[in-house]
Structures are given as structure tokens and as C-alpha cells.
């Protein structure tokens, strides 16, 4: 039986003969596209790196990052394990053993498990300069994970839809903002989604069953230890994964049962393997202490069971909305690259069965995640969008081949207007949003939180201060990153932040100018008991902006923007600044 043409994959795939069918690029077009897909690579790394060099540390990094230390040095999970496994925070923090920094595990913050305490301690009072020991770790992680994922992408877009779906899956996320911003972050939320993803392509080999040229691949039984080795780094890596095991044996049941492939007692076999290895995997970074993995996926089901405070397009909420995660993908995303998608499941959709290991997972995760009552960020729906640059380069595939060369005049200007939309927010990539939502100018309106400001801007706000000056600021930031290692010359006023910052010696009353400094979490009263705390900002225009999250106002020929200032100083106790700001504003009405 001849198979159908996203499964021919024949060891004369490569062969310049091929006919130019089924997805396959024909020799001229294959040479035009790799000067570009190498363009386009180059453009990812940079923008990668531009963005690393402009941000500062982002709301969980430090803890992500000591808490990895930690356990490399001590070889015991203790400070952060019951929020988050260890693998993706170890692997973070494996290049900093070369710097020989001090670990604090004898510090009070350290043996009474205060994470993000711990972690300040850790980047801003150790031997080394705070951007350096960050950085390190960032710029690793990007040369990490990029590569695996442009493989990744290349190898499942080319098994499951030919080399030009190959070429278009790595094509789209060279230009992809939420991982070019997301892959050097310190989090957890990388790892799982490229485990994820690695196990749903060793699922979708084990049930085609085609010649691939590469002889472990058509080994059943390595696919079936590969998925499973895959999915039990997942689990090391985020609590969300333990859905991996059963999705993956289940998947193999439903498919079994309308193809036949495999014999019961042969499938039985596979899914045994696949299930040992994943244990294994999972005992190996655990050190074989379940009871600690068991307790903390009870203790994260309880966390998350009480929802936290988000903000989407006007709608405060605590429990969540269910349009959360498809209004905050389709903002965040490239405009072309949603109709690509919705194009790719058509055509998808059409031939389900074949498709099964990328439609099914996609759906299993988003759809979980639209019930969840954490809503703070499209990088929770991480692990489903590897599936939808993969649709979306299907739909590539199947426009090109109806329409041949003359799709290349279709695509190519809606795919250079689409890079340019992401390419006029460098370095601020974290803050993207596309044309449906007005542009990264206007994303505050909104999302919050990590969709847009995460913490990241404070680098820049100093930076503009030092041109000025470096004048006293109202700050009302939202982050953990240190003001005081910016240098930032600041008053505290709403500051939400799990780090207890003391303000520098500022002098508001011998100030020039009465600025106020808020980062649009704050701005939208995200995490505010009074949601309309700044709302009076809203119709003021910023003199600055730190990238796309930090706004700066001047205040100082603003009478009624001033006295709204010291009525907010004196609700949150601090009177004394008040009276300064008073002073300075009676000051500039002479």
C-alpha cells in the first residue's frame, strides 16, 4: 500500500530528482530558501541576545535561578521544590558552578525557605556583578534550547508534512516573539514545552511506522524509551506534566484501534516501555524520592485550585476567565501567523487521523489550560504553541502546493509584514502584540503580568534617569528586579513585589520636577485590593516609556495629578513624603 504523502519518507527524500510533490521542494526552490531560513536564524540569535542585554531580571528568575544553585551545590531540593521541580532550574543555573559564586545555604533566608528573599541575596550581594551572574545563565539557555528547537521543528514539520513544512515550522519560529523572548528567560516554562513536544514526536514516528533513513527512528521500541525518556524530563521539569504519560499511552490506544499496527500484546510491550522509562527518567532527577515528587504535585494542585489575581481587557478576576488563553494567544501572535494556523487546522482537519499527534496534544493542553484558574501569561500555554507554528507551516505547505510559485507572491508580503511587526518592538520582544491590539504601544489595555510586564524595563527606566540626571522618582513598580542596583534614586509607593526594597535617600523637596514612575500591572491594578488606584493616569500621556511596561510621568505643573500623588502618599502612611511632594508642587505653581 502506497502511503499517503505526509507519511512518505523514503530514504530518496533528499534525492534533486524527487518530484516536487506532497510538500517537497523542488532544487531551485530549496536553494532560495536556505540563504533565507539562515537570515532569519541569524535575526533570531540577535534578537535573542539584544534582548538579554536590555532586560533586567524578570519576576522569578532570581528564584529560579538560586534555588538551581542550590541544589547543584548541596545536591539536596529544599528552597523551591514544592512550587516548582528541579530539572529546568538546575539546568539554569549549571554555567554559574564556572564563576565559583557563594550559595548562602547557611543563610537565615536560605534555612527558613524564603525563595525570593533567598534569591535577591543570591544575584545583588554575591561575588560577582549581579548581570553578569544572570546573563550568563540567560545566554546559555538561548544557546541551549534554540538549536533542539530548531531541529525539532525542522524534523517533525518534514516527517509530518515534507521538507518545505520542515523549512516553514523553523522558518516561524525564528520569528516567533514569545520564544525568542521566553527561551533565555530563567523559568520553567521552556523545558517542558521541548520535552512536550519531543515526546508527541516520537508518539507521531511510532504510529506512522515509515522508513525515515535514520535507523533508531523506525525502532519502535527506541521511539517508545525516547517518549518516554522525553516525557519524564517533562515532569522534572514542570508539576503540569504528568498529564504527559497517560495523553501519550492513550493516544497510542485510540490510534491502535482504528489502524491495527500493533498486536495487543506488542502494544502492551510499548506503552510498558514507554511507562518504564518515563519512571526512570523522573526517579533519576528525584534520586528516587517519589514521596517528594507525590507531595509537591498534591501541594501545586492545592496552590493553584485558589486562583490569582489577572487583568484581560478591562476584566478583573481571581478564578479566571475561560476566553483567557485564546484572546491572549490571538493578541500576542503575529497576525499572519494566526491565519496560517487557522489555514493549517483546515487542511488538518481534513485528514484527523494522520494528524493525530499534533492536533490532539495541541488541543489536550490548550483546552486544559482554559480551565486553569492561574491566568497571568501566554507562556503558560507554552507547551501547545510548538503545535501551532507546526500547523501553521502546514498551511504553508498546502497553499504552496496548490498554488505553487505564485503563493510565494502571496505569502512573502504578509510574511515581511509580519517580521517587520515583530521586529519594530527590538529589543522589547516580551511585550509584543500584534496589530489586533493596536501594537505593543497599546498591550497594557489589555494584558498584564508576564504578557507585557514581567520586570524586565527597569534597566531601561534607569537609563533614561541617568541622561537626566538621575532625579528622584515615585516608583510604583511591579518586579523583583533591585532598584539600588540600577542606581534608580527612588521613593516607594504601591511597589508589588515579594522582595521588601527600602528606599534610597531621595529628596523629593529639593527636586526640580515631581516624577512618578508605574509599571502597567500597577497601572490596571492587577494585584491592588483598589483597582483604580492609578486609573486617574490613564488619560495623562507618559514623558517616557521604558520599553513597553514601565510608564514615567511628570507631575509637576500637574496640579490635580499632584494632589491625587499626595493623597496616595498619605493613605499608604507615608505623610512625610506627602508634605515634600506638596511643598514641590506649591513650589512650581509660583
Known sequence: MTPPPAYRLSGDLFKKDRPAVGGQAGGGVRKAVLPVL???????????????????????????????????????????????????EMLAAAPLKFLKLNSFVTHRYFQSRMPYNYGDLFLYQNNADAEKILNTSRYFLLLFWSPLFLVLFYLFGRFSGGKNAG???????????????NIPLVTTDIAPAFFYFSACLAGFLLSSGEKTGFRLLENRYALAAAGGAAAGLAMASKYSMFVLPPLFSALLIFDNFFSNKFKIKELVKIISVFLAVSLLALLVVYKGDMTLYSDALTETFRRLSGGRSSFIMGKHSVEGVWWYFPAAFALK??????????????FM????????????????????AMSSKVQIGVRHILPALPFVLLIAAYGIVKIYDKFRRKSLYLLAPFFLFSFFSVAKTHPFYLSYFSEAAGGAEKGWEYLTDSNIDWG??????????REKGNPPVVLAYFGVANPAYYGLNYVPLGLVSNVPFEPSPADLCSSEKILLAVSVTNLQGTYYADKDTFSWLRT???????????????LTEDREGAETLDKLFKKSGLGGYAACADKRRKAAAR
Open 333 to 346: 501572535s503575529p497576525l499572519f501567523l494566526t491565519a496560517l494556523f487557522l489555514a493549517g487546522l483546515f
Open 38 to 88: 539562515a537570515f532569519f536564524i541569524v535575526f533570531y540569535f540577535y534578537a535573542g541576545i539584544s534582548f538579554v542585554k536590555k532586560s533586567a531580571a524578570t519576576y522569578d528568575e532570581t528564584v529560579h535561578l538560586s534555588s538551581g544553585y542550590s541544589y547543584l551545590e548541596t545536591g539536596k531540593y529544599r528552597m523551591n521544590i514544592m512550587d516548582h521541580p528541579p530539572l529546568a
Open 349 to 368: 482537519f481534513r485528514e484527523y487521523r494522520k494528524f493525530l499527534w499534533i492536533l490532539a496534544p495541541f488541543f489536550f493542553y490548550f483546552l486544559s
Open 456 to 465: 524586565q524595563d527597569l534597566k531601561s527606566l534607569s537609563g533614561y534617569l
Open 540 to 554: 495623562r500621556e507618559p514623558v517616557y516609556r521604558a520599553g513597553y511596561s514601565i510608564f514615567l510621568y511628570d
Open 167 to 181: 523549512f516553514a515550522a523553523v522558518l516561524l519560529f525564528s520569528v516567533n516573539p514569545v520564544f525568542i523572548s
